[in-house]
Nanobody, 125 residues
Framework: QVQLVESGGGLVQAGGSLRLSCAAS????????MGWFRRAPGKEREFVAA????????YFADSVKGRFTISRDNGENTGYLQMNSLKPEDTAVYYC??????????????????WGQGTQVTVSS
């Protein structure tokens, strides 16, 4: 089992930045690939970004490419999503997730076995 807890969400103006954290406990965090998803009001949960177990490979949704970065610190059992140049359409609940395939960069939410409870990000115009 892996327990994931997100933090760092909040209210920010358009053009601003936030950094989300995902603290992991339980099984060895470094064995898992990690992803971030989000769910905007009235929409399905969608893929945002993913990172391999080592941090050497990353993948981003087109909607956030060039604005968001994903990273991880396996020594601290924590993953991060740095969000810059935020737009109102980035408003959503953001979830981190762990994939037992350590090199997986899946965009499919059903490939992720463990999920956090989510953190709200609101971007005002």
């Amino acid at each position: 089992q892996v327990q994931l807890v997100e933090s760092g969400g909040g209210l920010v103006q358009a053009g601003g930045s936030l950094r989300l954290s995902c603290a992991a406990s339980g099984r060895t965090f470094s064995r898992y690939a990690m992803g971030w998803f989000r769910r905007a009001p009235g929409k399905e949960r969608e893929f945002v970004a993913a990172i391999s177990w080592s941090g050497g490979r990353t993948y981003f949704a087109d909607s956030v490419k060039g604005r968001f970065t994903i990273s991880r610190d396996n020594g601290e059992n924590t993953g991060y999503l740095q969000m810059n140049s935020l737009k109102p359409e980035d408003t959503a609940v953001y979830y981190c997730a762990a994939d037992m395939n350590p090199i997986g960069l899946s965009t499919i939410l059903y490939d992720y076995e463990y999920w956090g409870q989510g953190t709200q990000v609101t971007v005002s115009s």
